[in-house]
Each structure stands twice: as C-alpha cells, then as structure tokens.
C-alpha cells in the first residue's frame, strides 16, 4: 500500500513561490513514477507536472513549463513541485499521484492519490 502526504500549500502574492512536497510511505516508492495534478473551484482537475522513477523524465502542463520544477528523492521518499512566479490563476488545491506506471500518472489514472493541499495566489 502506498500513502501520499502533501505539504508545502498556503497563501502568496502572485509572483511569489512555494515549494511543495510529497512524502511517500511504501517499499515501492523508488520504482513508481510521480505527478501533480491541480484543481481549481468548479473546474476539473488537471495534469501539472510528471516524474519518472530515475528523476531521468519529466513532464509539464504547458502553462507551467519554465516555472515549476518537479523532482525527486527516492532516499526520502519524498518529491517536490518548486512553484515560481505564481500567478492568481494557478490558485488550486494541488494533488500528489504515483503509479508504477508513467503512462498513468500523466493521464490521471494512477491508483494513488493524496489528500491535496491548497495554494492561494492573491493579485
């Protein structure tokens, strides 16, 4: 079984940053693959950003590409989103995924999600 704890979440002015992580428990977490997803009042949610197990691949969303960085340590079992130059429209509850699969976890179908936490870009 796997379980995935997000922290990291909170308020900032847009143009800030956070860094959000992701601790993992399970035996496994060096082979699955890891992604972030987002969602936002009355939207669904969507696809942010994707990790390999190796930390050799990595996905975006696009409207994130070159501000978000997604990386991992398989030693802490733990990945990261560093999140910068924020905007209001990036405002979401924020979801850590894995699966043993990348395929999944980039389309949203992996078998575990965690509990979310909330950022706030205020303009």
């Known amino acids: 079984q796997v379980q995935l704890v997000e922290s990291g979440g909170g308020l900032v002015q847009a143009g800030g940053s956070l860094r959000l992580s992701c601790a993992v428990s399970?035996?496994?977490?060096?082979?699955?693959?890891m992604g972030w997803f987002r969602q936002a009042p009355g939207k669904e949610r969507e696809f942010v950003a994707a990790?390999?197990?190796?930390?050799?691949?990595?996905y975006y969303q696009h409207s994130v590409k070159g501000r978000f960085t997604i990386s991992r340590d398989n030693g802490a079992k733990t990945v990261h989103l560093q999140m910068n130059t924020l905007k209001p429209e990036d405002t979401a509850v924020y979801y850590c995924?894995?699966?043993?699969?990348?395929?999944?976890?980039?389309?949203?179908?992996?078998?575990?999600w965690g509990q979310g936490t909330q950022v706030t870009v205020s303009s």
């Open positions: 990790i390999s197990w190796s930390g050799d691949s990595t």
């Open positions: 995924a894995a699966d043993s699969k990348m395929v999944a976890v980039v389309a949203g179908t992996n078998d575990y």
């Open positions: 399970g035996r496994t977490f060096s082979t699955y693959a």
